[in-house]
């Protein structure tokens, strides 16, 4: 089955600064990559998600890449803010269809702390 | 907003008792997820259901836990006995059909003591 691992496990940035999360999956018919992001005590929600049809999307300071070849995607935001601070998740999904029902797996979580 | 509703918020069970959570999707949605997230760690698949059929159990230890969507809407999760590593976060999601955004509900925090 799917593995997704995701690094790293804390980050740490000061207010303004960029901040980057990096995961990989192992297979290869995965073509839905959605990111979630988790406040304390809250639900995770998505904030972003990239299908394997495109190699980047952007929304505001929240981008995605992914690189099929290498099996990776990336998390990027930019002009980080307090408001940023929370744990998020990467996923991987198969929706190669047939009998497939497109199990979504998850990376390990980051906390990511932004410091005013 | 359609939210995905989930019952109980919280839980406290003694370890060999029954426990049960329910949950709710989104209205007209065809898939759905129940998760177990452990602190600190990524949420993990138990069961998925496509309307109420079970399409994925690969990972829902069989012998104490089970799941139902009888109707294809709402859906109960039970363990049965409780063990102190059950303690964790249910979560429960759906989606519209498989390959569409999943939406997570508040989710049903465990405590086995």
Redesign the interface.
């Known amino acids: 089955g799917e593995n997704v691992e995701q690094h790293p496990s804390t980050l740490s940035v000061q207010e303004g600064d960029s901040a980057v999360i990096k995961c990989t999956y192992s297979d290869s018919a995965s073509n839905y990559f959605p990111w979630y992001k988790q406040e304390l005590g809250k639900r995770p929600q998505l904030i972003i998600d990239i299908r394997s049809n495109v190699g980047e999307k952007k929304d505001q300071r929240i981008a995605v890449t992914l690189n099929k070849t290498a099996k990776h995607f990336s998390l990027h935001i930019t002009e980080t803010q307090p408001e940023d601070s929370a744990v998020y998740f990467c996923a991987a999904r198969n929706n190669a269809g047939g009998t497939s029902y497109g199990k979504l797996t998850f990376g390990q979580g980051t906390i990511l702390t932004v410091h005013p | 907003e359609a939210e995905?509703a989930q019952s109980p918020r919280y839980k406290i069970t003694e370890k060999s008792q029954a426990v049960a959570f329910w949950c709710d999707p989104i209205s007209g949605h065809a898939?759905l997820?129940w998760?177990r997230q452990i602190l600190?760690?990524?949420?993990?698949?138990l069961v998925?259901f496509?309307d109420e059929s079970v399409?994925?159990d690969?990972q829902l230890p069989k012998d104490r836990f089970s799941a139902e969507r009888l109707k294809g809407v709402d859906s109960t999760l039970k363990i049965q006995p409780a063990e102190l590593g059950d303690s964790a976060m249910y979560?429960c999601a759906s989606s519209l059909v498989?390959?569409t955004?999943?939406?997570?509900?508040?989710?049903t925090r465990l405590t086995v003591v």
């Open positions: 995905v898939t997820y998760y600190g760690q990524g949420p993990e698949l998925q496509q399409v994925d690969s979560l498989s390959y955004e999943a939406f997570f509900g508040q989710g």
